[in-house]
């Protein structure tokens, strides 16, 4: 982090300000320049608000050289993180995890039939969501607890981990017993008092970035769960909200090499809320995996005409199995394991 001060800073203000920063266990390296006093600030400066220094009234500007982020940062921790949830290793860049299910859990035969269909087809975990954030309060808003015991014997019937979103900061500890990976959608990123609460839960955690939400506000979300303990945290890029409207969202592709770079956690792609068209999946998806995504999360639905939630951008079964022989072709070239 490097701190300019005010041409007019006398030595004795520059000193206080550098016992200051000295203070909260940093060296600073000072530069006298023609005009100003400059200074760089060396050690761990993630836990600097450059707001803080701001207040300051010798303060002119403040610029941070490194991220704000340490525990999810590539810098700080220079090997993948691989999580690690029944047959899937999501962030081993020899394997491809994809995760398949409904947008909704809708009733028993629902979950159960699309469950087994995408197992059939490779999908190593299964999708569903139980409580639902939904833009009208009028709108299908899951089936709530009896979801969670529906996925619980999909779960049963085919061995696939499941895969659900919270809610509430209330719902962690019955979430940590009956789910494989917690997913935080898109709306909740920066709901920092669930991802505290996540941030002390025993399961990995699914983070889908928010609509409208920069990279750095993202992995700022993950420092959140992982500065809790929980160091188990999948990024999940979904699209984000742009001036285009002939997609539901803009997939931000080039977020995946980007992630990549700045973070060792694995990053999974949702064409489903990207495109918000089922026929968009398949080239999105096949994109993903050219990029290098860790894998997928997709809508399945055993009659996607028929869904109380998303079905105009849920694959049917075949069209499923379709994509998944596209992926295993594709991977094969790239020496990646569907
Ligand atoms: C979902 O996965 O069904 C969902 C609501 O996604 P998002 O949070 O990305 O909108
Ligand atoms: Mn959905």
New binding site residues.
């Given amino acids: 982090m490097v701190v300019c001060l005010n041409p007019k800073t006398t030595k004795e203000d520059v000193d206080k300000i550098i016992s200051y920063i000295k203070d909260m266990g940093l060296d600073v390296q000072v530069t006298e320049g023609q005009q100003s006093t400059i200074l760089g600030l060396i050690g761990d400066t993630s836990k600097i608000d450059p707001n803080t220094l701001m207040m300051n009234v010798h303060v002119d500007k403040v610029m941070r050289v490194a991220e704000p982020f340490k525990k999810a940062s590539r810098t700080f921790n220079p090997v993948d993180t691989v999580v690690k949830v029944g047959n899937a290793e999501i962030g081993n860049r020899k394997k491809f995890t994809v995760i398949a299910g409904p ?1 909704s859990v809708e009733n028993h035969d629902q979950i159960v039939e699309v469950a087994e269909s995408v197992k059939n087809s490779g999908a190593t975990l299964l999708r569903g ?1 139980a409580f639902k ?1 939904r833009t009208s309060p009028y709108s299908f808003q899951g089936l709530e607890l009896e979801g969670l015991e529906l996925l619980k014997e999909a779960k049963a019937n085919t061995g696939l981990p499941i895969v659900t ?1 919270i809610m509430s900061p209330k719902m962690v500890e019955k979430f940590e017993s009956d789910v494989d990976i917690i ?1 935080v ?3 909740n990123m920066q709901n920092f008092d669930l991802l505290k609460e996540l941030g002390k839960a025993s399961k990995p955690i699914l983070l ?1 970035r928010g609509l409208s939400a920069t990279i750095e506000e993202w992995l700022m979300s993950a420092e959140y769960i992982m500065a809790g303990g929980n160091e188990n945290v999948i990024l999940c890029e ?1 699209g984000i909200r742009t001036f285009e409207t002939y997609t539901r969202n803009t997939l931000d592709l080039s977020a995946i090499p980007a992630v990549k770079k700045l973070s060792h956690l694995p990053v999974v792609v ?1 064409p489903s ?1 990207s495109a918000g068209r089922r026929w968009m999946v398949e080239p999105l998806s096949l994109a993903a995996m050219a990029i290098g995504a860790d894998g997928l999360i997709v809508e399945v639905h055993n009659c996607p005409e028929k869904a109380l939630c ?1 079905g105009a951008q849920s694959l049917d079964p075949k069209q499923f199995d379709d994509l998944m022989t596209k992926l295993r072709n594709m991977g094969k070239n790239l020496g990646i394991e569907v």
Avoid: L
């Fill in positions: 947008c969501g954030p979103e997913q959608g898109a709306r889908k979904r949702d809320h998303d």
